[in-house]
């Protein structure tokens, strides 16, 4: 088989051995920037998001016992964020990429990629009993943190940057009627908690949890009372119970690699980076990255010009640190480090306070979280 762009991934990360049902049924982040909102519109894959997502125009953060809003629009100059789940991202990219005739393989096994150096890169894999051969001018790595692509390039013209937290999440979906209109991020002495949703009957809640927690340690009970501890210290506000029909442990960490490429592989989203899920920022973020390459190489394949696709790596990977910056401070912001001692834990304190009494900082905030302007 032969094409220009080979792309090693279809979704969510790590998906290459696995069933177009179980990616797009795969339970992942729901915020999208304004900039991945307006990106999937002009791509013509806009049009359930825009009919069943749900604009926010702000976050509460939470601690101390008071809730404080934090305004999106009159920070931003106007910006919001759209809550609509990466799967059902994925849901629309494939039906809109079988539409267009394009030539989707689910299901694939030991995928590898070869000849990356050379003027012909190739990806082999497993399809069956069958072995195929896909020649290639250019692959795209877009197979997740655990995927195939970015171990291939030798390790020698690879920096690794990483940082893992020492807490993870716990998260619930839950069938229950919303309690609040939009997101609540809370610092508690117990620990970090996030409201999130899905829909307005299905809701979505994370509780920072030990790193390796296990499912079978959180009973029911033990989730409410932790996710009631850490909520309601706000005055009044009671959180919605409901029947809990899903629960995960996420690990959390911070990760980079440099530079995105190597000879005709390119890396794109977790593959190249991952951001702990405070900021909200992965998909985001891969949708940045994907955005930047595809005008790469359309470019070189309209005019040959391969200066863009030399600037793929240097370009994204400004906004990359960016993100894992902001992703870093929410992340420390948020969380109790148990490790840390008390003096740490005043000066979280202090710049929470910071945040919600100060327009820059609050400012500083809204404009990462709703997503810098694309280049
Ligand atoms: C989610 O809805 O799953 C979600 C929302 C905000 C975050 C992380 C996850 O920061």
């Given at each position: 088989?032969?094409?220009?762009?080979?792309?090693?991934?279809?979704?969510?990360?790590?998906?290459?051995?696995?069933?177009?049902?179980?990616?797009?049924?795969?339970?992942?982040?729901?915020?999208?920037?304004?900039?991945?909102?307006?990106?999937?519109?002009?791509?013509?894959?806009?049009?359930?998001?825009?009919?069943?997502?749900?604009?926010?125009?702000?976050?509460?953060?939470?601690?101390?016992?008071?809730?404080?809003?934090?305004?999106?629009?009159?920070?931003?100059?106007?910006?919001?964020?759209?809550?609509?789940?990466?799967?059902?991202?994925?849901?629309?990219?494939?039906?809109?990429?079988?539409?267009?005739?394009?030539?989707?393989?689910?299901?694939?096994?030991?995928?590898?990629?070869?000849?990356?150096?050379?003027?012909?890169?190739?990806?082999?894999?497993?399809?069956?009993?069958?072995?195929?051969?896909?020649?290639?001018?250019?692959?795209?790595?877009?197979?997740?943190?655990?995927?195939?692509?970015?171990?291939?390039?030798?390790?020698?013209?690879?920096?690794?940057?990483?940082?893992?937290?020492?807490?993870g999440w716990f998260g619930i979906l839950v069938?229950?009627?919303?309690?609040?209109?939009?997101?609540?991020?809370?610092?508690?002495?117990r620990g970090?908690a996030?409201?999130?949703?899905?829909?307005?009957?299905?809701?979505?809640l994370y509780l920072q949890c030990d790193?390796d927690d296990e499912v079978k340690n959180w009973p029911d009970g033990r989730i409410w009372e932790e996710l009631?501890?850490r909520?309601?210290?706000?005055?009044?506000?009671?959180?919605?119970?409901?029947?809990i029909f899903q629960k995960s442990v996420i690990?959390?960490?911070?990760?980079?690699?440099?530079?995105?490429?190597?000879?005709?592989?390119?890396?794109?989203?977790?593959?190249?980076?991952?951001?702990?899920?405070?900021?909200?920022?992965?998909?985001?973020?891969?949708?940045?990255?994907?955005?930047?390459?595809?005008?790469?190489?359309?470019?070189?394949?309209?005019?040959?010009?391969?200066?863009?696709?030399?600037?793929?790596?240097?370009?994204?990977?400004?906004?990359?640190?960016?993100?894992?910056?902001?992703?870093?401070?929410?992340?420390?912001?948020?969380?109790?480090?148990?490790?840390?001692?008390?003096?740490?834990?005043?000066?979280?304190?202090?710049?929470?306070?910071?945040?919600?009494?100060?327009?820059?900082?609050?400012?500083?905030?809204?404009?990462?979280?709703?997503?810098?302007?694309?280049?």
């Open positions: 088989m032969r094409t220009s762009v080979g792309i090693v991934g279809a979704g969510p990360a790590g998906l290459l051995p696995r069933s177009r049902q179980e990616i797009e049924a795969t339970i992942r982040a729901g915020v999208l920037e304004q900039g991945t909102v307006d990106l999937l519109k002009q791509s013509g894959v806009g049009s359930r998001m825009q009919r069943e997502g749900f604009v926010h125009h702000g976050i509460y953060l939470r601690f101390a016992r008071a809730s404080h809003r934090i305004d999106f629009p009159s920070l931003t100059g106007g910006r919001a964020i759209t809550v609509y789940a990466q799967h059902e991202v994925i849901k629309d990219l494939v039906a809109a990429r079988l539409e267009a005739q394009g030539k989707l393989l689910f299901e694939v096994k030991d995928a590898a990629v070869y000849d990356l150096d050379t003027q012909a890169p190739k990806v082999r894999f497993r399809q069956g009993s069958k072995i195929e051969e896909l020649e290639c001018d250019f692959i795209a790595g877009c197979d997740g943190f655990h995927g195939i692509t970015r171990p291939s390039i030798p390790s020698r013209m690879r920096h690794e940057f990483t940082r893992v937290y020492p807490f069938e229950a009627p919303s309690s609040t209109d939009e997101l609540i991020y809370a610092h508690h002495e970090f996030l409201v999130s949703t899905r829909s307005p009957q299905i809701q979505r790193p009631h501890a909520l309601e210290s706000a005055e009044g506000w009671r959180l919605a119970e409901g029947r690990a959390m960490r911070s990760f980079v690699v440099e530079p995105l490429r190597y000879g005709r592989l390119f890396l794109a989203g977790d593959a190249a980076h991952i951001v702990p899920p405070t900021g909200a920022k992965g998909l985001n973020l891969a949708a940045a990255d994907v955005r930047v390459l595809s005008k790469a190489l359309a470019s070189f394949y309209k005019t040959r010009a391969e200066q863009p696709l030399k600037n793929y790596s240097a370009t994204a990977l400004r906004r990359v640190w960016r993100a894992e910056h902001f992703s870093w401070w929410m992340t420390s912001l948020l969380h109790r480090f148990h490790d840390e001692t008390p003096f740490h834990h005043r000066l979280q304190l202090a710049e929470l306070d910071y945040v919600v009494s100060s327009r820059a900082k609050a400012q500083t905030l809204a404009e990462n979280y709703v997503g810098l302007p694309l280049d």
